[in-house]
């Protein structure tokens, strides 16, 4: 099936630091998801984004759709140890049943 | 409380055994979907259904089975021709084309 690149697969930061991750796909997507995890839980919807440009926020979270529709990323701003966990992005491309993920990103916040 | 929920969300299973997971949503979604996810991995489709009495196999169907009899039941089931079922089960809704998917808590299987 289709992949999306997410990077980085992994970040270890210090509590207050602002965080970056993105997506990329060699082909057009009509929505961007960002959900995250928590260990042995299931993914929760952080943020939706269905335009191409649409830049959106969610408290200390914010997040763009590129307007290539091809990327989008997430920013995390003053990092808290809550924050800890895996973030995935997801995208919907044709289809708008089928919707495809990045593998994540693993936030370690040390305190 | 509305939402999607799994169960149970620990099973263990015997090779050669098939096991089946529930979910349920009361969210009136029309779609839901089965995902696996193994420790380090995003998710995979497994199968996916727009509407009642209709699915689709996702990218890894092989191994698994599906009935959509009820639009708010959508239960999966792993057959013993899975031959790698120890994973971590997602079951998921969507209200509409394009709208966003919503997850349960997951199911953990694992093969003794």
């Known amino acids: 099936g289709q992949q999306l690149n997410q990077s980085p697969q992994s970040m270890f930061i210090q509590e207050g630091e602002d965080v970056s991750m993105n997506c990329t796909s060699s082909?057009?997507?009509?929505?961007w998801l960002w959900y995250k995890q928590d260990p042995g839980e299931g993914p929760v919807l952080l943020i939706a984004l269905y335009k191409a440009g649409e830049l959106t926020s969610n408290g200390r979270l914010t997040a763009q759709f590129g307007i290539t529709r091809k990327d989008s990323f997430l920013n995390i701003s003053a990092s808290i140890p809550s924050d800890v966990g895996i973030y995935f992005c997801?995208?919907?491309?044709?289809?708008?049943?089928?919707?495809?993920f990045g593998k994540g990103t693993l936030l370690t916040v040390n305190p | 409380d509305g939402g999607i929920t799994q169960s149970p969300k620990y099973l263990f299973r015997k090779e050669g055994q098939n096991v089946t997971l529930s979910c349920e949503q009361n969210?009136?979604?029309?779609?839901m979907y089965w995902y696996r996810q193994d420790p380090g991995q995003g998710l995979r489709l497994i199968y996916y259904s727009q509407i009642v009495n209709d699915f689709q196999k996702g990218d890894i169907a092989e191994g698994y089975s599906v009935s959509r009899e009820k639009k708010e039941s959508f239960p999966l089931t792993v057959t013993s021709a899975q031959k790698n079922p120890t994973a971590f089960y997602l079951c998921a809704s969507q209200t509409g084309s394009g709208n966003t998917i919503y997850f349960g808590e997951g199911s953990w299987l694992t093969v003794v």
């Open positions: 997801a995208g919907h491309s044709g289809s708008n049943y089928k919707l495809t």
């Open positions: 082909s057009i997507f009509n929505t």
């Open positions: 969210l009136n979604h029309d779609a």
